[in-house]
């Protein structure tokens, strides 16, 4: 079936640009020279869970930390010369309901933009994407955890899902993938039926979580560097491998990538606030690429740490 793509992209994009420029002068604007670089993959909640409830089965005692607002992140943030970031729907605490992100980026719309959540199983997700593009919705978080374990084999492949991809091909809205090691061929195959679907694979595809980063599970992610619109966030270090500062043993894993992908597809993420607790911090997490990988250019720095995460998410 042929779709006019090029029609659609840019109606959309004109409908996203249009809305967004109304908060904001430049809907993309360039980084603030001070501070130039983007976290692509950072969570917020507030306190307030009356004004923002939260998804059903979640209390207020289970957030942790209590309180992670736009405006504490941006407090360790900053510092590290990050001026930009990009929010992730939580698919626990909020789950389908982006309230609290949109109002971030109501708030702060030079700012911040969403990795939102819209519901595969509801009908017509591809028009809730559209409507949540004008505001700053450029990315959706898709992933097999939000369904119980029975019942996510096969979780790319509902008619839902299909209609998900059409639609980022069409409007650029990315889809991101949380998913873990064993979900790799499925994302691959999904990558080969939607070549002109923006794709972000989440945290290493969580490649060393139970602490051992296996080479049979790096040559599965560098797999899909054939696809020409698939990147990586090389993100949240407190999870993997040692799981804790300096994460020199990512390092290995992080320039096989940049071998496979090239530094254009790839993307710095913190992960807070959970990159912020225990003895890991926000600056260990971004001076791992911004200080510590001596084979790095300055160009390829620039494209870890903002250009990459500019092109696929702060494009309208």
Not at 41 to 51: E, G, M, Y
Not at 159 to 184: F, H, K, S, V, Y
Not at 204 to 212: L, S, W
Request: glycine residues 6%.
């Amino acid at each position: 079936m042929t779709h006019a793509r090029p029609v659609t992209r840019r109606a959309a994009l004109a409908a996203g640009t249009a809305a967004l420029g109304a908060a904001a002068t430049h809907p993309a604007p360039a980084a603030d020279p001070p501070l130039p670089w983007i976290d692509a993959h950072s969570h917020i909640w507030p306190p307030d869970v009356d004004k923002f409830p939260l998804a059903p089965g979640q209390t207020q005692r289970d957030l942790n930390p209590p309180s992670f607002t736009d405006e504490q992140l941006m407090a360790v943030a900053r510092p590290e010369g990050v001026g930009r970031v990009v929010l992730i729907q939580h698919s626990v605490y909020h789950l389908w309901d982006n309230a609290y992100l949109l109002d971030a980026v109501r708030r702060h719309p030079r700012t911040f933009r969403v990795q939102g959540m819209v519901d595969d199983h509801r009908p017509n997700p591809g028009a809730a994407m559209r409507e949540l593009l004008p505001r700053g919705v450029t990315g959706f978080r898709i992933t097999p955890f939000v369904r119980p374990r029975d019942a996510q084999a096969g979780w790319l492949d509902t008619p839902g899902m299909a209609e998900m991809w059409r639609t980022g091909a069409a409007t650029r809205q990315a889809m991101c993938l949380l998913i873990n090691p064993a979900d790799l061929p499925a994302a691959d195959a999904m990558c080969g039926r939607h070549p002109d679907t923006p794709v972000v694979i989440d945290h290493f595809a969580r490649i060393g979580a139970d602490g051992e980063i296996r080479d049979a599970d790096v040559r599965a992610l560098c797999r899909l560097a054939r696809h020409k619109l698939a990147h990586v966030k090389i993100s949240a270090y407190y999870a993997l491998g040692r799981k804790r500062p300096p994460h020199d043993e990512l390092v290995p894993m992080t320039r096989r990538l940049i071998e496979a992908f090239g530094p254009r597809r790839l993307m710095w993420a913190s992960d807070a606030p959970y990159q912020t607790q225990g003895e890991n911090s926000y600056r260990a997490s971004i001076a791992l690429v911004r200080d510590r990988m001596d084979f790095l250019s300055r160009a390829d720095r620039e494209w870890l740490l903002a250009k990459t995460a500019e092109a696929v998410f702060f494009y309208a």
